[in-house]
């Protein structure tokens, strides 16, 4: 159980372009989730928190308008890297806050690369 | 404020313990470790909840010692599974549930 899923694997895209990427819990409802970067070898930085049926949280120094985070259903947050950037690719990963006897633990996605041309 | 782990490698033989720390400047409700392999998402290692808790699961146990604002794992009689980048996440309160990481520690786990 537990099980988080992200969509795509790995996105090219040239400089300019738009990118959507989708997580989805599939086993279980996450009222919240949360939206990380990772550049190679370091540490996961949180951007946004996401919470269904409200705008999200960005951390400091985030553009929102940029990264415009939508968490339309308990099962579905969705990142937009808008105008995308080659300073924009990086390992985007969500995570879903579980419930319940799942309380505080947050389950990982298995990661989106970005690469912009 | 990010955690601070410690050390930021280390190798070792198969069979060979190790202990990673993670120490916070700020008060804590719960830490969570992750392991994760190159190129993957982090994977769920185990949670520590403010009360002093200990916890274990096969050789990979961790403590959290909420006076001290720390966390330790120990990896027991290493294996070669256990090679990756190890992260500790602070969670600090709040209904946001959101956890800050350390910068982590890589593990390698020659034969």
């Known amino acids: 159980g537990a099980v988080v899923s992200q969509h795509p694997s790995w996105v090219i895209c040239k400089s300019g372009t738009s990118v959507k990427i989708e997580c989805r819990s599939l086993?279980?409802?996450?009222?919240?989730m949360f939206w990380y970067r990772q550049f190679p070898k370091q540490s996961l930085m949180l951007m946004a928190t996401?919470?269904?049926?409200?705008?999200?949280?960005?951390e400091q120094g985030v553009e929102k308008d940029k990264f415009l985070i939508n968490h339309a259903s308990l099962t579905l947050s969705t990142l937009t890297v808008t105008s995308a950037h080659p300073e924009d690719s990086s390992f985007y990963i969500c995570?879903?806050?579980?419930?319940?006897?799942?309380?505080?633990?947050?389950?990982f996605g298995p990661g989106t690369r970005l690469t912009v041309l | 404020q990010q955690p601070v782990q410690s050390p930021q490698a280390v190798i070792l033989r198969e069979g060979e313990d190790a202990v990673i720390n993670c120490s916070s400047s700020?008060?804590?409700?719960?830490v969570h470790w992750y392991r994760q392999k190159h190129g993957e998402a982090p994977v769920f290692l185990m949670i520590?909840?403010?009360?002093?808790e200990q916890k274990g699961h096969d050789k990979i146990s961790a403590s959290f010692n909420e006076k001290k604002q720390q966390s330790s794992l120990y990896l027991t009689a290493s294996q070669l599974s256990y090679s990756g980048t190890y992260f500790c996440?602070?969670?600090?309160?709040?209904?946001?549930?959101?956890?800050?990481f350390g910068k982590g520690t890589l593990l390698t786990v020659n034969p």
């Open positions: 995570s879903a806050l579980g419930s319940g006897g799942l309380l505080n633990e947050q389950f």
């Open positions: 086993d279980f409802q996450a009222t919240t």
């Open positions: 996401s919470n269904e049926g409200s705008k999200a949280t960005y």
């Open positions: 700020k008060a804590l409700y719960s």
């Open positions: 520590l909840l403010k009360g002093g």
């Open positions: 996440g602070s969670y600090s309160g709040g209904s946001n549930y959101k956890l800050t």
